[in-house]
Every structure is written in C-alpha cells, then in structure tokens.
C-alpha cells in the first residue's frame, strides 16, 4: 500500500498488477481492502484518492453503498470516477447505435440522482461522464438524464458534450420521436438542436407530428436556436427534390 504514495507512476501501476493478480487467484485481500479505504480517507491530494480507488477497483473492493456516497465527494475527478463504477458494467450501445443483448435499468433513486447532477454539479468532467453515460441507459430513461444536460449554454462550445449527448440520444429518433422534439424545445446547446432538426426532418414525409412539435415550440425562441432548426432541416433535404410543407411551418417564420 505503501507503494501508492510513491512519486513513480510506474511503480504505482505495478502494486495495482499486483493486487488485482492476487484477487484473481482468490488471495484474501481484506487487509489490502481496509488499507485502501484508509488511504482514500485520509489523504487530501485527489491523484492519491484516485489511485487509492482504481486499486479497490482492480481488487473488486468497491461496492454500491460506497460509490454512491462518492456521488458528493468535494472533487470533480473522484464524482466522475464514482459515476462510472456505478454504470461501466452496463449494457453498451454500438458504434451503429444499437444495443445488443438485454437492456439493464439501473435503480430509479441512482437515475433521479444522476439527472440531479446533470442540472446542478457545476463540473463540466461531471456532466462528460453522465453523457457518455447516456449510451447505457434503457432507451426509454434517457430523455430524462439529457433534458438536464441539455440545460446547460455554457456546454455550447465544448469540444466534446453535445457530440456525446446526440450520440446517446440517436435511438431516443426511432423509439418516441414526440420526446425528441420536446428536447430540442428548451434546449440550451444550438448544435444539438440542428442535430434533432436534422434528425426529425428526415421523416418529414412519413412522420410529420414530431418535426410539427419541433417547429412550433421553437417559434419564439431566441435567433440563435431558430437559425439551427433551419439549418438542421437544410441538412435533412439536402439532395430531395419535393417535400411537403410542415404544418407549423407559418407559425415558426
């Protein structure tokens, strides 16, 4: 345990092999286990928490009641970490979108408190996690946990949040595109709401309802977000020669 104090990455690394190979030949490790636990609590530098929870991690010390009181902890790095030890042995959705294999619904206080932090926790590293987090929830539970991602406009410009919130969100098109839509309503981040524009206007013919809703919910918002509904549908019908009018298409101009 020692070691994990120690200024060499390296060696660090090396007593987490150790463990982790100790705990998959079956050695008892509680010992290991309290000293871990101790090191976490007392020490103040989140690198040594950190390295502290990957090595309970590697020796299957962490448990639920643990992680979740982590959920509050004071620093962004040991939530984040918390988050994904709750949720990285969730289903996972595919490159394509697609879930294979059976969905897991994880329990609804654990929702309801993620959704919390993704409207009030002020970290952005934060709210990265519980996005990439989208993409293992049952499809249906996932507009809740986005409608508080998307609250955020000062996500707008980052490199990485909207691209990851659309990417957990492309399902939600096909299961209840109306959910969809009511997204793209208070939606603070105007990428993802050319995104849902453009994804909602590819069925402008077959499924009108949604993009109907869309366009009707954004009429009196501000410029900046009327402009990407616009812009989304020019990326949907690129390339079409004919589509039908949308019905709230007067009421949005």
Same mark, same amino acid.
């Given at each position: 345990?020692?070691?994990?104090?120690?200024?060499?990455?390296?060696?660090?690394?090396?007593?987490?092999? $150790?463990?982790?190979?100790?705990?998959?030949?079956?050695?008892?490790?509680?010992?290991?286990?309290?000293?871990?636990?101790?090191?976490?609590?007392?020490?103040?530098?989140?690198?040594?928490?950190?390295?502290?929870?990957?090595?309970?991690?590697?020796?299957?010390?962490?448990?639920?009641?643990?992680?979740?009181?982590?959920?509050?902890?004071?620093?962004?790095? $040991?939530?984040?970490?918390?988050?994904?030890?709750?949720?990285?042995?969730?289903?996972?959705?595919?490159?394509?979108?697609?879930?294979?294999?059976?969905?897991?619904?994880?329990?609804?206080?654990?929702?309801?408190?993620?959704?919390?932090?993704?409207?009030?926790?002020?970290?952005?590293?934060?709210?990265?996690?519980?996005?990439?987090?989208?993409?293992?929830?049952? $499809?249906?539970?996932?507009?809740?946990?986005?409608?508080?991602?998307?609250?955020?406009?000062?996500?707008?410009?980052?490199?990485?949040?909207? *691209?990851?919130?659309?990417?957990?969100?492309?399902?939600?098109?096909?299961?209840?595109?109306?959910?969809?839509?009511?997204? *793209?309503?208070?939606?603070?981040?105007?990428? $993802?709401?050319?995104?849902?524009?453009?994804?909602?206007?590819?069925?402008?013919?077959?499924?009108?309802?949604?993009?109907?809703?869309?366009?009707?919910?954004?009429?009196?918002?501000?410029?900046?977000?009327?402009?990407?509904?616009?812009?989304?549908?020019?990326?949907?019908? *690129?390339?079409?020669?004919? *589509?039908?009018?949308?019905?709230?298409?007067?009421?949005?101009?």
């Amino acid at each position: 345990i020692a070691l994990h104090n120690h200024p060499n990455e390296w060696f660090v690394r090396q007593a987490r092999r $150790v463990l982790a190979e100790r705990s998959a030949r079956g050695q008892p490790l509680e010992e290991s286990r309290k000293a871990l636990e101790a090191l976490f609590v007392r020490e103040t530098d989140p690198a040594l928490k950190l390295r502290a929870l990957w090595s309970l991690s590697a020796i299957g010390g962490l448990d639920d009641p643990f992680l979740r009181r982590l959920l509050d902890h004071e620093h962004e790095s $040991v939530r984040a970490w918390a988050i994904r030890f709750l949720t990285d042995l969730l289903p996972l959705d595919t490159v394509f979108s697609r879930r294979i294999g059976a969905d897991v619904d994880p329990p609804a206080d654990l929702r309801a408190k993620f959704t919390a932090m993704a409207r009030f926790d002020t970290s952005g590293l934060v709210r990265l996690v519980l996005a990439s987090t989208l993409q293992r929830l049952p $499809v249906n539970r996932r507009v809740e946990l986005a409608r508080s991602l998307l609250s955020h406009a000062e996500d707008a410009l980052d490199h990485n949040l909207p *691209a990851l919130i659309w990417t957990g969100l492309i399902p939600v098109a096909d299961a209840d595109a109306g959910a969809l839509a009511t997204l *793209a309503a208070d939606c603070r981040l105007p990428g $993802v709401v050319r995104l849902i524009a453009r994804r909602l206007g590819e069925d402008i013919d077959t499924r009108p309802a949604p993009l109907d809703a869309l366009l009707a919910a954004n009429a009196d918002r501000p410029e900046e977000y009327r402009s990407q509904v616009v812009a989304g549908l020019v990326d949907a019908l *690129a390339g079409w020669r004919k *589509a039908k009018k949308p019905e709230n298409w007067d009421v949005f101009q």
